[in-house]
C-alpha cells in the first residue's frame, strides 16, 4: 500500500498526519479502496498508481471526486482520534460517562455474536435473505470500527512506519554535514 501514499497526498495533503503511525492502518486501506473504486486501478503496485494518476490526469472529474472521498476518509480518522482523546478526558475526570464507549462496545460486539449465531444455526425466512445479509455487513463493520477505537494499530503498520522512516534520506545538518545515524 506504500505506494499509494504520495498520491493520496498530492490530493489531499492534510491526510498525511493519518497515514503514519497508531491508527493508520485502517485509513490507507480506506484510501486504497476509494482509490480503486474511482479509478478502477490497483493501488497496491506502483503500476496501479502510476495507472489511476494517469486516470485522474484524463479526467479531472475523476481527481474532484477522489478528493472528496479523500476528505470524507480524513474526516472520519480525526473524528476516531477525537473520540479516544475524549474518553481519555473522561476518565481522567472519573466522570461516569467514560463507560460509555465500552459499554456500547461491548453492546455492538454481543449484537454482532447474536444475529451471526442466530444466522448461522436458524433457517431465515425467505424474502428476509437481503435484510439478513445487510445487518450482518452492518454489524460486521461495526465490529471492526470497535476492534479500531480500542486496538488501534497493528504490528504491520508500526513496522511501515519504521520501513518509511528508514528509508528516508538523511536531511543535512545545518553546518551542512549528514547526521551520524543516517
Known sequence: ????????????????RWLFGKGSEPVIQNIADAIQQVTRSDPSTQAGVAAAQ????????????????????????ADVADARKRTLA????????????AIVSVVVLCGFIATLIAALT?????????????????????????VTYWVGSSSGSAQKTALL??????TPQP????????
Not at 1 to 16: F, N, Q, R
Not at 90 to 101: F, I, K, Q
Request: no cysteine.
Open 90 to 101: 473522561l476518565v481522567a475526570a472519573h466522570s461516569r460517562m467514560s463507560w460509555a464507549p
Open 165 to 170: 522512516y528508514a528509508s528516508q534520506p538523511a
Open 54 to 77: 494517469a486516470a485522474i490526469d484524463a479526467k479531472p472529474e475523476l481527481k474532484l471526486q477522489l478528493q472528496g472521498v479523500l476528505a470524507a476518509i480524513e474526516t472520519d480518522a
Open 122 to 146: 436458524r433457517s431465515i425466512p425467505t424474502g428476509n435473505e437481503t435484510m439478513v445479509n445487510m445487518v450482518i455487513g452492518t454489524l460486521t463493520m461495526m465490529a471492526g470500527s470497535v
Open 1 to 16: 500500500m506504500l505506494p499509494l501514499i504520495p498520491l493520496a497526498i498530492s490530493l489531499v495533503p492534510t491526510i498525511g
Open 175 to 182: 553546518n551542512g554535514r549528514t547526521p551520524p545515524n543516517a
